[in-house]
């Protein structure tokens, strides 16, 4: 049974930084790739970036979070990361990551993902 899990969210000032973990189980290491997506209060879902299988070579990040999020994966841990720095308030949302059977990720669209984790709140705030 495949299970995501999140964590590393938290409440921090502007500018500052925080780095989410998404584990997961049930999946042979580093044969699936990982999305990272985000919901704030009466917003729809958004993709904020993916990370393809294997060595991780091919990510993709949306426009706002350009230059100041990061996605990497330990596969020997089966653990994807999400660092984000320089946070501003409009960052403030609960961050869910996602698991795909496809070994490659064009970009962070929700119907490509087959499995969720239950997500973890960011908040921004001085």
């Known amino acids: 049974q495949v299970q995501l899990v999140e964590s590393g969210g938290g409440l921090v000032q502007p500018g500052g930084s925080l780095r989410l973990s998404c584990s997961v189980f049930?999946?042979?290491?580093?044969?699936?790739?990982i999305g990272w997506f985000r919901q704030a209060p009466g917003k729809d879902l958004e993709g904020v970036g993916c990370?393809?299988?294997?060595?991780?070579?091919?990510?993709y990040y949306t426009d706002s979070v350009k230059g100041r999020f990061t996605i990497s994966r330990d596969n020997a841990k089966n653990t994807v990361y999400l660092q984000m720095n320089s946070l501003k308030p409009e960052d403030i949302a609960v961050y869910r990551c996602?698991?795909?059977?496809?070994?490659?990720?064009?970009?962070?669209?929700?119907?490509?993902?087959?499995?969720w984790g239950q997500g973890t709140q960011v908040s921004v705030s001085s």
């Open positions: 996602a698991a795909s059977r496809s070994a490659y990720c064009s970009g962070p669209v929700p119907v490509e993902f087959d499995y």
């Open positions: 049930g999946f042979r290491r580093g044969d699936y790739s």
């Open positions: 990370i393809s299988s294997s060595d991780g070579s091919t990510q």
